[in-house]
């Protein structure tokens, strides 16, 4: 076979173990939080399925520690939650900016936080270092602009508005408009120019989703219902189209031992919090995260 047919070839590397137990872990949720405080060791706001699930899906980790922040009334670009971000990632007695031995798994809007935090050069990554994003929205989604048109307008079907509810998505202070958080993830918001081929040199892995009713769960039909309000025209998980998510430059693979992992599942099921599927490798979520560091495979070009 000549060169220009081997260059065309796709081969299937491993990603062998290089976290232990002496990692810590540091969890940073996305969208809809309306309250800043303090990192905490546990997962006060059960936004990743509660203490029991996160520790037991995650072996590899020494401590556990969850960052609490303002993900309502502030863009995705704000530098005090890239601070606070950073500090949380640094962890107490650090000298410097630089984030060591350290695995910091981000949700949501919260992938674009920490992205954002490094290009701005608020900290660092060491090569001890992981970033595991999970259902990030790189590119934007078009969401907001549907969950702006739902705070003037209730003919959207109930299952919709219970979730759009949760996310705390219309401002008071401005009748029929979402909070600056929501009008951030705009795919025309300015900041998002480069961020994806950023991000796709700093993640270590990823997991997109792929299906808006994803893992049977009581989120199952409202973001089955936000799907279809929306109307992405391709794959998405509910919140966000698929191609949003996919880092450039990256293979994804629809079975759980791949680095970059595109799942059955929806938005929220990316906060690990229901499990897994009974049936199929593209729907194993909790058993990706938890063998993170045995055996994965990335794609390559060779």
Request: net charge negative; charged share 15%; with cysteine.
């Amino acid at each position: 076979m000549d060169s220009m047919k081997r260059c065309l070839m796709l081969a299937q590397v491993l990603i062998g173990s290089a976290a232990s137990a002496s990692h810590r872990c540091v969890f940073m949720h996305g969208l809809g939080m309306p309250n800043s405080s303090a990192p905490t060791e546990i997962d006060t706001d059960d936004y990743w399925g509660g203490d029991s699930n996160i520790i037991r899906l995650t072996p590899f980790c020494s401590s556990r520690t969850y960052i609490h922040q303002d993900t309502v009334t502030r863009a995705w670009d704000n530098a005090e939650m890239h601070k606070a971000v950073c500090e949380a990632a640094l962890g107490e007695g650090s000298n410097d900016t630089v984030i060591r031995d350290t695995v910091l798994f981000a949700h949501s809007m919260g992938n674009l936080i920490f992205a954002d935090a490094l290009r701005q050069k608020a900290c660092s990554l060491d090569t001890s270092s992981y970033f595991v994003a999970i259902s990030a929205p790189w590119y934007g989604s078009k969401a907001s602009q549907v969950l702006e048109e739902s705070c003037s307008n209730s003919s959207l079907g109930e299952a919709f508005h219970w979730l759009a509810n949760k996310l705390h998505r219309c401002d008071p202070d401005r009748p029929g408009k979402v909070f600056h958080a929501y009008e951030s993830l705009h795919p025309a918001y300015p900041p998002f120019e480069g961020l994806a081929e950023f991000a796709a040199e700093q993640v270590s892995f990823a997991m997109c989703g792929h299906s808006p009713y994803g893992l049977t769960s009581v989120y199952s039909a409202a973001m089955e219902g936000l799907a279809r309000a929306i109307g992405f025209g391709e794959k998405n998980d509910g919140m966000v189209p698929l191609s949003s998510c996919l880092l450039p430059g990256k293979a994804y693979d629809t079975h759980w031992q791949s680095a970059f992992y595109s799942a059955g599942i929806n938005h929220i099921d990316g906060t690990l919090r229901s499990g897994d599927g009974s049936l199929g490798s593209s729907r194993q979520p909790s058993q990706w995260v938890s063998s993170l560091f045995t055996k994965h495979t990335e794609t390559v070009l060779v």
